[in-house]
């Protein structure tokens, strides 16, 4: 095995004994490892393919398939499922009925005729570039070093330089039919080239078997990226040097997160956006630099890369020491910045379109820099921001490296706009699954270590939210977090009696997702006690915990809800005490009174900002409740006369419903209030199976 520098050598001999037999097997974990490898190729980006002996189901005769990956795919998570099986002898006979460049539309819909494995995925537009060329494994991957080279301004002669005749090159051209002919040419014209590099583009490699495939990619990546490392050392300075210093770690995050609800609302001028935030050392090279205002404009280069991002960044007009917490003074100053960036993009809309071009799409930047701070995007989901964000980084990374070797040069922006708003691009968005009830909002919930906060942030997760989870135990917070899919949570231990731990939970959720937008109060407990028997600690910590907390998180909330100037949800889990009176309950029943009329007085204060304030009122939630499992169940059992184990049962039969209320049925209660409900305000929503005595009207 060679040592790699600049890529992982990830290949298992004891995996490809186990999957010899089979070549499609064997191709998928090829393509999973060089996803694994941000360096190789981006989510979603590039594509893989393996060409086995099949036979045929009609004739019963052998016949060559190409397994190539399917259209939407990634490479490092492709399972069987992401694939298409096509006939391969048939693609190429499309060749004779191809009538060129005007007609690259068409010949997708053609390649459905050339299906082999009917559960095939949709075929993706680069598939005639593997099936036109003979051998069994290609690889068509994005390397940053490869794009760096495709992206040169004298690009065909460096990649001369760097692998003489062993190398073919082709000239920038949209991927399609006629680009697989390019490189069919290509090969014809240079016989025993080891792969081809695509101008602006990307890169071709192949082998005779999968491994064989595999190590000429790496091997090809990684001559290119010794080249640019070497340029690089040669250079006195990198992107002409550093312009900006970067505030510390700590200041800048602390901006960042101050900052970010702001540029959300900006950016969710259309529609809601969710934010990332990163200051990776390379991003900071970059937006310090002195170069950053000659290359951010200039837009990116491969296709990948500015569907994803963007053509071009905004770059932020505040300096790095200016004082971002004063929302009136920052909006005046960088407001006028977004509404040019929005008037730029419409006149390239205008100027490219074509009389078919799909209608002009969000005009909001994706990518956002702020010298000395760091990188923020916005995009539907947090997958798809955070891969952007990639992206860009990539896009950062084949600037730096074309700069070092000769100058970086972007595609002409009509090329760039005929990719972004091709009509098959537009019908793959078109194909998307419809957005969940959630999507595109983030909810901060307390109390999530277990039971009803649990549930809850379970249930607007999975209506398409992300999630911060907070809890005072880290331990269940740990439990919690691990049921959730990347992307969709992430968690803050949190002490609700304190302000400062209220606001690192609140700065988490900035620089995670950009902002909030349903704050969900359920973090409590109980205590039962008679009058006489209830000390002063016992009401403290219940008015602590309940009232205190619940007015500092709605405060905090209210202040980056108005930030972001898109209204909001803020639920109160309160009681069936609070509306009830009981014995041995004054400390609890009170507090969770002021939890309720708090809920009144704030709905009353923030209607006109669009944020609406309800409370859901359980009662009896027994199981999965971890308010039970203390003094407080003991308590309530004595209360009623019976004993712990008795309690489920009584608490079920005293309801009109008759019903057992589980923290699932709260939970159901705070996503209709978010999701259904969205002009309600003021109100209590009772979970409890029927109490009369606590009806509200």
């Known amino acids: 095995m060679k040592?790699?520098?600049?890529?992982?050598?990830?290949?298992?001999?004891?995996?490809?004994?186990?999957?010899?037999?089979?070549?499609?097997?064997?191709?998928?974990?090829?393509?999973?490892?060089?996803?694994?490898?941000?360096?190789?190729?981006?989510?979603?980006?590039?594509?893989?393919?393996?060409?086995?002996?099949?036979?045929?189901?009609?004739?019963?005769?052998?016949?060559?398939?190409?397994?190539?990956?399917?259209?939407?795919?990634?490479?490092?998570?492709?399972?069987?499922?992401?694939?298409a099986g096509l006939y391969t002898?048939?693609?190429?006979?499309?060749?004779?009925?191809?009538?060129?460049?005007?007609?690259?539309?068409?010949?997708?819909?053609?390649?459905?005729?050339?299906?082999?494995?009917?559960?095939?995925?949709?075929?993706?537009?680069?598939?005639?570039?593997?099936?036109?060329?003979?051998?069994?494994?290609?690889?068509?991957?994005h390397p940053d070093a490869l794009i760096a080279v495709a992206a040169a301004k004298d690009s065909e002669k460096i990649t001369k330089e760097i692998w003489g005749d062993t190398m073919g090159w082709v000239p920038w051209q949209r991927p399609g039919f006629?680009?697989?002919?390019q490189l069919e040419k290509c090969l014809n014209d240079n016989p025993g080239i080891r792969g081809i590099v695509l101008g602006s583009h990307g890169l071709f490699t192949w082998g005779d078997t999968s491994y064989e495939c595999y190590m000429n990619s790496l091997e090809v990546i990684e001559t290119a990226s010794e080249y640019i490392d070497k340029k690089t050392k040669e250079k006195s300075t990198v992107f002409g040097g550093q312009k900006t210093q970067s505030l510390p770690e700590v200041e800048r995050r602390e901006k960042a997160a101050v900052l970010a609800p702001v540029l959300r609302g900006l950016c969710s001028s259309e529609n809601r956006m969710i934010g990332h935030f990163t200051d990776?050392?390379?991003?900071?090279?970059?937006?310090?630099?002195?170069?950053?205002?000659?290359?951010?404009?200039?837009?990116?280069?491969?296709?990948?890369?500015?569907?994803?991002?963007?053509?071009?960044?905004?770059?932020?007009?505040?300096?790095?020491?200016?004082?971002?917490?004063?929302?009136?003074v920052i909006l005046e100053k960088i407001q006028p910045a977004f509404e040019k960036y929005r008037k730029e993009y419409a006149t390239y809309y205008e100027t490219c379109k074509k009389e078919n071009s799909p209608a002009m799409r969000d005009a909001n930047p994706v990518i956002i820099l702020y010298p000395g701070v760091g990188m923020f995007s916005f995009a539907k989901n947090k997958q798809t921001t955070r891969v952007a964000s990639e992206f860009y980084i990539n896009a950062i990374n084949v600037m730096r490296g074309a700069e070092a070797i000769s100058e970086?040069?972007?595609?002409?922006?009509?090329?760039?706009?005929?990719?972004?708003?091709?009509?098959?691009?537009?019908?793959?968005?078109?194909?998307?699954?419809?957005?969940?009830?959630?999507?595109?909002?983030?909810?901060?919930?307390?109390?999530?270590?277990?039971?009803?906060?649990?549930?809850?942030?379970?249930?607007?997760?999975?209506?398409?939210?992300?999630?911060?989870?907070t809890d005072l135990s880290e331990e269940r917070l740990k439990e919690a977090i691990a049921t959730y899919k990347n992307d969709v949570a992430v968690y803050q231990q949190c002490d609700v009696t304190s302000s400062v731990s209220i606001q690192e939970a609140y700065k988490k959720a900035c620089l995670k997702f950009g902002g909030v937008d349903i704050?969900?109060?359920?973090?409590?407990?109980?205590?039962?006690?008679?009058?006489?028997?209830?000390?002063?600690?016992d009401w403290d910590i219940l008015q602590n915990v309940l009232v205190k907390g619940q007015f500092e998180l709605a405060k905090q909330a209210v202040a980056i809800l108005r930030k972001q100037n898109m209204g909001g949800d803020i639920i109160h889990?309160?009681?069936?005490?609070?509306?009830?009176?009981?014995?041995?309950?004054?400390?609890?029943?009170?507090?969770?009174?002021?939890?309720?009329?708090?809920t009144r007085l704030l709905a009353a204060e923030l209607g006109t900002d669009k944020i609406r304030v309800n409370t859901v009122n359980p009662d009896g939630v027994i199981v999965g409740s971890k308010i039970w499992e203390g003094d407080w169940a003991e308590g309530r059992a004595k209360a009623y006369g019976i004993t712990v184990e008795e309690l489920p049962a009584h608490y079920a039969k005293r309801n009109l419903l008759n019903e057992i209320i589980y923290p699932q049925d709260i939970a159901n209660g705070v996503f209709s209030l978010v999701a259904i409900l969205n002009k309600s305000t003021g109100n209590i929503i009772n979970v409890d199976g029927g109490m009369a005595n606590a009806f509200v009207r």
């Open 3 to 83: 040592n790699f520098k600049y890529v992982n050598y990830l290949w298992d001999k004891d995996i490809e004994k186990k999957l010899d037999h089979n070549q499609v097997a064997l191709f998928l974990y090829r393509s999973n490892i060089l996803g694994a490898d941000l360096r190789i190729t981006n989510y979603g980006g590039g594509n893989t393919s393996c060409k086995t002996i099949e036979k045929d189901p009609l004739t019963n005769e052998e016949v060559e398939v190409m397994w190539v990956k399917g259209s939407g795919g990634d490479i490092g998570t492709l399972t069987r499922s992401g694939i």
């Open 89 to 141: 002898g048939r693609l190429r006979d499309l060749k004779n009925v191809y009538n060129g460049l005007s007609d690259e539309d068409r010949m997708v819909g053609l390649f459905n005729h050339c299906i082999y494995d009917l559960e095939s995925k949709a075929p993706s537009i680069d598939t005639p570039l593997h099936g036109l060329l003979p051998f069994k494994h290609i690889d068509h991957l």
């Open 178 to 181: 006629d680009l697989g002919l």
């Open 280 to 328: 990776d050392d390379v991003v900071l090279e970059f937006i310090n630099s002195n170069d950053l205002d000659r290359l951010a404009p200039m837009g990116t280069s491969c296709p990948d890369h500015f569907l994803r991002t963007k053509i071009q960044p905004l770059i932020l007009p505040l300096d790095i020491s200016e004082d971002v917490t004063d929302t009136e």
């Open 408 to 469: 970086y040069t972007s595609l002409p922006r009509q090329e760039a706009f005929d990719i972004e708003y091709w009509l098959l691009e537009e019908a793959k968005l078109q194909r998307m699954p419809k957005e969940q009830p959630l999507s595109r909002k983030v909810a901060l919930v307390t109390g999530a270590g277990g039971g009803i906060g649990k549930a809850c942030a379970d249930k607007l997760a999975e209506e398409g939210a992300n999630v911060v989870l």
């Open 519 to 537: 704050v969900v109060h359920s973090a409590g407990l109980a205590i039962s006690k008679p009058v006489e028997d209830t000390t002063e600690k």
């Open 573 to 598: 889990i309160a009681s069936k005490n609070g509306l009830v009176s009981g014995p041995n309950n004054i400390a609890y029943g009170t507090a969770k009174a002021a939890q309720q009329h708090m």
